[in-house]
């Protein structure tokens, strides 16, 4: 939770300081086609935070692995669904930073920014439960519930009442949520004044 808290903070920032300093103003005259800045910020936040992701999470998965496996309970990550989960958790980071990006443009203060990232990404959705069918549709779109299922090895129980997500449902958020971001925020910032 901490790291999609951190990166989508750092996403923000990398919008949010531009305009704190003023910076905005040069950045446009220099390069009058904002929608191209955006989207040039969206690529680097996207690789560096994926570069980050992918690092924290094989760190995680082996270092985890190696206290395992002196209890006889290691899972090589070659073992059947196993990548997923370390291939799950290493895309939450590049997700919230572009999520983060998106609010940044539209908000444009830090404080109000990190709030609403923070809220978006990790309170809204403990607002939604399972067990009736359109909260769980609603709570299906959230990151950290497409997060929850993707890391999850073992099919739902068929007999419980809870709506439970798919993993290509999950899939989808994660390439629809910062998508969806970016091109807002290209919209946003090319119909905005500076």
């Known amino acids: 939770m901490t790291p999609m808290l951190v990166a989508g903070s750092m ?5 949010v300081s ?7 103003r040069t950045t446009t005259v220099a390069v009058p086609a904002r929608g191209t800045v955006v989207l040039a910020k969206a690529v680097v936040t996207a690789g560096v935070w994926t570069v980050v992701g992918t690092v924290v999470s094989i760190g995680s998965f082996l270092v985890s692995q190696a206290i395992l496996d002196g209890r006889h ?13 370390p291939a799950a958790s290493a895309l939450p980071a590049p997700v919230c930073a572009l999520v983060g990006l998106g609010l940044g443009v539209l908000i444009r203060h830090s404080a109000a920014t990190m709030v609403t990232s923070a809220f978006t990404l990790l309170m809204l959705p403990t ?29 739902p129980d068929p007999a419980s009442h809870m709506y439970t997500a798919t993993v290509t449902g999950s899939w989808i958020v994660y390439a629809v949520r910062p998508l969806a971001a970016v091109v807002f925020a290209v919209v946003v910032v090319r119909r905005r004044d500076v």
């Open 73 to 85: 309970a290691g899972v090589s990550i070659t073992h059947p669904g196993v990548f997923r989960g």
């Open 11 to 15: 996403g923000a920032i990398t919008v």
């Open 18 to 24: 531009e305009y704190s300093s003023g910076l905005v």
């Open 127 to 155: 607002l939604f439960e399972q067990s009736k069918r359109w909260s769980a549709d609603v709570d299906h779109a959230m990151l950290i519930t497409a997060w929850r299922r993707l890391v999850q090895n073992w099919q």
